[in-house]
């Protein structure tokens, strides 16, 4: 069972940036796949990025590259989300997740989740 806890959401205005962290414990496994999903109130969960294990492979949702970045560090068992430029829709519970091997986009071939961490900006 792998435990993934996400930290540094907060408030920031727009035009900010946030980094987020999501430490991952557990039996480890080099063929973890890591993601990040975003929910905003009334909204269903989003796909925000993937990273394969050795970096080789990354996917962003649609119009956040450029905006956001993702990176692990498989040394402290962490992923990375940088966020700039950020804006009001931007707003939502930020959640990590993880699988085995494959990067994917959609949540529902993700195994383990955290519980996510708050993101909110001001406009």
Do not use: H
């Not at 796909?47 to 692990?72: H, M, N, P």
């Not at 966020?83 to 085995?100: E, F, G, Q, V």
């Not at 993700?110 to 406009?123: D, P």
């Amino acid at each position: 069972q792998v435990q993934l806890i996400e930290s540094g959401g907060g408030l920031v205005q727009a035009g900010g940036s946030l980094r987020l962290s999501c430490a991952a414990s557990g039996p480890t496994s080099s063929a973890y796949a890591l993601a990040w999903f975003r929910q905003a109130p009334g909204k269903e969960r989003e796909f925000v990025a993937a990273i394969g294990w050795s970096s080789e492979t990354t996917y962003y949702g649609d119009s956040l590259k450029g905006r956001f970045t993702a990176s692990r560090d498989n040394a402290k068992n962490t992923l990375y989300l940088q966020m700039n430029s950020l804006k009001a829709d931007d707003t939502a519970i930020y959640y990590c997740a993880a699988r085995l091997y494959s990067v994917r986009r959609r949540d529902d071939e993700y195994t383990y989740w955290g519980q996510g961490t708050q993101v909110t900006v001001s406009s």
